[in-house]
């Protein structure tokens, strides 16, 4: 595979008759842990799963490519794959991390940070004054979600990398909400691209497992050393049924992707509302940004509730179509409460200044058709 094939080509050919032994056109799951030598000294392609797997490889290579990268390393989830990244770090080196990032990234750094592994800023990355200063300090990594979760604000990567790179600190970007079928962090300046592959590049909620791609070659064999030495790989059968379901990815992105739009300009307009936060909108902060440098606006969006907290139990209740659970990116409808699921692990007063209201409601869309799920969010909102 090059990085020239288009990614729908990709897709479809993801290790399809590669297997050497019996021509398999699918390829193989291998789930040995060991693999013997030829002789003594005389070791194969594979020696033990923790280090390297065949199953593992194609779809390090595959994602590898879809990103543009000169390799990926893939791990047991998406947080063991952000972790991985900070392996790479010195201790006490400054992250500069979204204020509105996902709950359990802010935990897992600030749990470094208690223990000064690694020392954290977090600021509105969107807010121009606010993100130099940051980076005046000389930061050794800046993190980058986008659009971020839950709330979908949109940064403009190309320019955040440029303003990085002057202080020379290297980006990370977690694409977890666009895939690099919508965005590809690589190609505009990111030198990391991170997964939680539980999410859209699987699809359909039967995996836990994250990936970590390098744009450098040596950045790559770090990461893959250090996964090797802390045994945060992905186990095979995970990597499989990963595969299996990134074979579809464009088709699921462009559906889901299309009746979320439809989805957020039917609710744009309910007054049981107080917001609709999706960057297809042309009323978002985002929207400008994100039309030029994704190639769509993905498949999740939020919305405020009109009223107190006091409503969200009621309209969740009377929901049929969404289930009320943690995770995104599958074929089923999701509808989760941020406050207390996703960033239940953040602070309270971090979340206030993230705008994380308590009437904030995160909405995964799914493979339903777009009137169903648009006529459940209206009964419930009446
Ligand atoms: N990054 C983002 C944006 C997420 O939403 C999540 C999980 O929800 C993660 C990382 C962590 O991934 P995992 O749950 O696979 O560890």
Same mark, same amino acid.
């Given at each position: 595979?090059?990085?020239?094939?288009?990614?729908?080509?990709?897709?479809?050919?993801?290790?399809?008759?590669?297997?050497?032994?019996?021509?398999?056109?699918?390829?193989?799951?291998?789930?040995?842990?060991?693999?013997?030598?030829?002789?003594?000294?005389?070791?194969?392609?594979?020696?033990?799963?923790?280090?390297?797997?065949?199953?593992?490889?194609?779809?390090?290579?595959?994602?590898?490519?879809?990103?543009?990268?000169?390799?990926?390393?893939?791990?047991?989830?998406?947080?063991?794959?952000?972790?991985?990244?900070?392996?790479?770090?010195?201790?006490?080196?400054?992250?500069?991390?979204?204020?509105?990032?996902?709950?359990?990234?802010?935990?897992?750094?600030?749990?470094?940070?208690?223990?000064?592994?690694?020392?954290?800023?977090?600021?509105?990355?969107?807010?121009?004054?606010?993100?130099?200063?940051?980076?005046?300090?000389?930061?050794?990594?800046?993190?980058?979600?986008?659009?971020? %979760?839950?709330?979908?604000? !949109? +940064?403009?990567?190309?320019? #955040? =990398? *440029?303003? @990085?790179?002057? $202080?020379?600190?290297?980006?990370?970007?977690?694409?977890?909400?666009?895939?690099?079928?919508?965005?590809?962090?690589?190609?505009?300046?990111?030198?990391?691209?991170?997964?939680?592959?539980?999410?859209?590049? %699987?699809?359909?909620?039967? !995996? +836990?497992?994250?990936?970590? #791609? =390098? *744009?450098? @070659?040596?950045? $790559?064999?770090?990461?893959?050393?250090?996964?090797?030495?802390?045994?945060?790989?992905?186990?095979?059968?995970?990597?499989?049924?990963?595969?299996?379901?990134?074979?579809?990815?464009?088709?699921?992105?462009?559906?889901?992707?299309?009746?979320?739009?439809?989805?957020?300009?039917?609710?744009?307009?309910?007054?049981?509302?107080?917001?609709?936060?999706?960057?297809?909108?042309?009323?978002?902060?985002?929207?400008?940004?994100?039309?030029?440098?994704?190639?769509?606006?993905?498949?999740?969006?939020?919305?405020?509730?009109?009223?107190?907290?006091?409503?969200?139990?009621?309209?969740?209740?009377?929901?049929?179509?969404?289930?009320?659970?943690?995770?995104?990116?599958?074929?089923?409808?999701?509808?989760?409460?941020?406050?207390?699921?996703?960033?239940?692990?953040?602070?309270?007063?971090?979340?206030?200044?993230?705008?994380?209201?308590?009437?904030?409601?995160?909405?995964?869309?799914?493979?339903?058709?777009?009137?169903?799920?648009?006529?459940?969010?209206?009964?419930?909102?009446?």
């Amino acid at each position: 595979m090059t990085k020239f094939e288009s990614d729908e080509t990709i897709l479809a050919s993801i290790g399809v008759d590669e297997d050497p032994g019996q021509g398999a056109v699918m390829p193989p799951l291998y789930l040995s842990s060991s693999y013997s030598l030829e002789g003594f000294q005389k070791k194969r392609a594979y020696d033990y799963g923790r280090t390297a797997n065949p199953t593992r490889d194609v779809l390090a290579r595959t994602l590898a490519a879809l990103e543009q990268g000169a390799g990926a390393v893939i791990t047991s989830s998406g947080m063991a794959a952000i972790d991985l990244v900070l392996n790479l770090l010195d201790a006490g080196a400054l992250i500069v991390a979204p204020h509105d990032c996902y709950g359990g990234t802010w935990r897992l750094f600030e749990a470094r940070a208690k223990k000064k592994q690694i020392e954290v800023v977090y600021v509105d990355q969107g807010d121009a004054a606010a993100l130099s200063g940051a980076l005046a300090r000389k930061p050794a990594l800046v993190w980058i979600e986008t659009p971020s %979760n839950p709330l979908m604000r !949109v +940064v403009d990567v190309e320019a #955040i =990398a *440029k303003a @990085a790179k002057a $202080v020379g600190a290297r980006v990370a970007a977690d694409n977890t909400f666009l895939s690099p079928l919508l965005l590809k962090p690589l190609a505009i300046g990111a030198d990391f691209v991170v997964h939680s592959t539980t999410k859209f590049l %699987n699809g359909h909620s039967d !995996v +836990v497992g994250g990936a970590v #791609i =390098a *744009k450098s @070659a040596d950045d $790559v064999e770090q990461l893959k050393w250090w996964a090797n030495c802390c045994g945060v790989t992905g186990a095979p059968f995970d990597c499989w049924l990963t595969l299996r379901g990134l074979r579809t990815l464009s088709v699921r992105l462009e559906r889901q992707q299309k009746s979320a739009a439809k989805i957020a300009t039917a609710l744009a307009k309910n007054a049981g509302l107080r917001a609709v936060h999706y960057p297809g909108l042309a009323n978002h902060s985002g929207h400008a940004i994100a039309a030029r440098q994704q190639k769509g606006f993905g498949s999740m969006l939020s919305i405020d509730l009109a009223g107190d907290v006091s409503v969200a139990p009621g309209f969740l209740d009377r929901l049929q179509r969404f289930t009320l659970a943690q995770s995104l990116g599958g074929v089923e409808s999701l509808i989760s409460h941020p406050a207390t699921m996703t960033h239940a692990a953040m602070a309270p007063e971090a979340r206030v200044r993230a705008g994380i209201t308590d009437t904030l409601l995160r909405l995964s869309i799914g493979l339903e058709h777009e009137d169903d799920l648009i006529a459940d969010l209206e009964q419930a909102l009446r």
